[in-house]
């Protein structure tokens, strides 16, 4: 995910063999769409674009959801750059606060006070400061990047206008049957970021991701009765924040508060942190390390599987694929 205004920056036994299926070209990092086939099985190894922290503990925890089957799953995932692309034709890609930023619709002056806020916070937010200092940071970053959008003032009907831009948002391909398939088996997929819950919601609407019935968690605009902005809605979500709590407050919980399994998707080291407070049982975490390599020891302490190169969708569709596949099946 990116923070307010973030700009180009420098820029995956006996145990191993189970029923997790990827075509060869995934592993060797071509991008391959393949599913798992029905009763096969393969040794799920680390390669050059995906990096397993534990082969025999992740096909252990694959065994166990498999046999809850999806009654018993659901899927966390983090939006801006897990749900979409870091880079696209050669540039960093959109996050929902950048989309606001580069519009048109709100001028170059609104465009250059959120990067200032950028160039004075986002060093804060990559240092080794403590955690509650740097929550501090980042709350006041969060908070006076929303008011500039108050400022200038931003209406409602602008987001339809910028979502509907050409490669506003580009989504990683293979994310809508990601989505697709979490809906068949009715296995709630939530959306938990702290990007922008309208901008988000703008996409959806526009990309015809609402079908599959994603529900999403993030920071909600309010506004008045001509649609102007007026500030934002409940608990403000950052990127230190972000965890069960708040979908528990949600209206969905009842769905989901008795499913001991979870698909967690990010992007961000604090991501995995989406789960904290839930009664689960198992964790699969996935990370995309999109930049940044040499933060990868950092990342593998934290997730089962770390996914590089900004890769599409392939690992995490042939994985879920396979945790919903029935047990008979192989």
Same mark, same amino acid.
């Given at each position: 995910?990116?923070?307010?205004?973030?700009?180009?920056?420098?820029?995956?036994?006996?145990?191993?063999?189970?029923?997790?299926?990827?075509?060869?070209?995934?592993?060797?990092?071509?991008?391959?769409?393949?599913?798992?086939?029905?009763?096969?099985?393969?040794?799920?190894?680390?390669?050059?674009?995906?990096?397993?922290?534990?082969?025999?503990?992740?096909?252990?925890?694959?065994?166990?959801?498999?046999?809850?089957?999806?009654?018993?799953?659901?899927?966390?995932?983090?939006?801006?750059?897990?749900?979409?692309?870091?880079?696209?034709?050669?540039?960093?890609?959109?996050?929902?606060?950048?989309?606001?930023?580069?519009?048109?619709?709100?001028?170059?002056?609104?465009?250059?006070?959120?990067?200032?806020?950028?160039?004075?916070?986002?060093?804060?937010?990559?240092?080794?400061?403590?955690?509650?200092?740097?929550?501090?940071?980042?709350?006041?970053?969060?908070?006076?990047?929303?008011?500039?959008?108050?400022?200038?003032?931003?209406?409602?009907?602008?987001?339809?206008?910028?979502?509907?831009?050409?490669?506003?948002?580009?989504?990683?391909?293979?994310?809508?049957?990601?989505?697709?398939?979490?809906?068949?088996?009715?296995?709630?997929?939530?959306?938990?970021?702290?990007?922008?819950?309208?901008?988000?919601?703008?996409?959806?609407?526009?990309?015809?991701?609402?079908?599959?019935?994603?529900?999403?968690?993030?920071?909600?605009?309010?506004?008045?009765?001509?649609?102007?902005?007026?500030?934002?809605?409940?608990?403000?979500?950052?990127?230190?924040?972000?965890?069960?709590?708040?979908?528990?407050?949600? #209206?969905?919980? +009842?769905?989901?508060?008795? @499913?001991?399994? *979870?698909? &967690? /998707? %990010? $992007?961000?080291?604090?991501?995995?942190?989406?789960?904290?407070?839930?009664?689960?049982?198992?964790?699969?975490?996935?990370?995309?390390?999109?930049?940044?390599? #040499?933060?990868? +020891?950092?990342?593998?302490? @934290?997730?089962? *599987?770390? &996914? /590089? %190169? $900004?890769?599409?969708?392939?690992?995490?569709?042939?994985?879920?694929?396979?945790?919903?596949?029935?047990?008979?099946?192989?």
């Amino acid at each position: 995910m990116e923070h307010p205004a973030a700009r180009t920056l420098t820029q995956r036994g006996g145990c191993v063999a189970f029923g997790l299926v990827l075509a060869a070209a995934l592993l060797s990092g071509a991008g391959a769409k393949a599913g798992p086939a029905p009763g096969r099985t393969m040794d799920m190894q680390s390669s050059d674009t995906v990096k397993i922290r534990d082969e025999a503990g992740l096909a252990a925890k694959v065994a166990r959801m498999r046999t809850g089957g999806p009654a018993q799953l659901h899927i966390i995932s983090d939006f801006d750059y897990t749900m979409t692309k870091f880079m696209h034709n050669g540039e960093r890609a959109p996050s929902t606060h950048r989309v606001l930023e580069v519009s048109p619709l709100l001028g170059e002056d609104f465009r250059q006070k959120t990067n200032a806020l950028f160039k004075h916070y986002y060093p804060i937010e990559i240092s080794d400061m403590p955690h509650d200092e740097k929550e501090v940071k980042m709350i006041e970053w969060w908070t006076q990047a929303h008011e500039l959008m108050e400022t200038y003032n931003l209406n409602k009907a602008h987001l339809s206008e910028m979502v509907s831009e050409k490669d506003a948002l580009v989504m990683r391909e293979g994310t809508m049957q990601l989505l697709a398939t979490a809906n068949d088996h009715d296995v709630p997929f939530h959306v938990f970021s702290a990007g922008i819950y309208d901008v988000i919601h703008a996409y959806f609407e526009f990309s015809g991701a609402y079908q599959h019935n994603p529900h999403v968690v993030s920071n909600m605009m309010d506004f008045d009765a001509d649609g102007n902005l007026i500030g934002f809605k409940g608990n403000l979500v950052h990127t230190l924040n972000k965890n069960s709590r708040v979908i528990q407050d949600g #209206e969905n919980w +009842p769905r989901v508060k008795d @499913r001991p399994n *979870v698909l &967690l /998707l %990010g $992007d961000n080291i604090n991501d995995v942190q989406m789960a904290d407070g839930l009664n689960v049982t198992d964790v699969i975490n996935v990370g995309f390390l999109n930049d940044r390599v #040499e933060r990868l +020891p950092q990342y593998m302490e @934290r997730y089962d *599987v770390v &996914l /590089l %190169g $900004d890769p599409d969708m392939s690992f995490v569709n042939s994985l879920l694929q396979d945790l919903v596949r029935p047990v008979k099946e192989g």
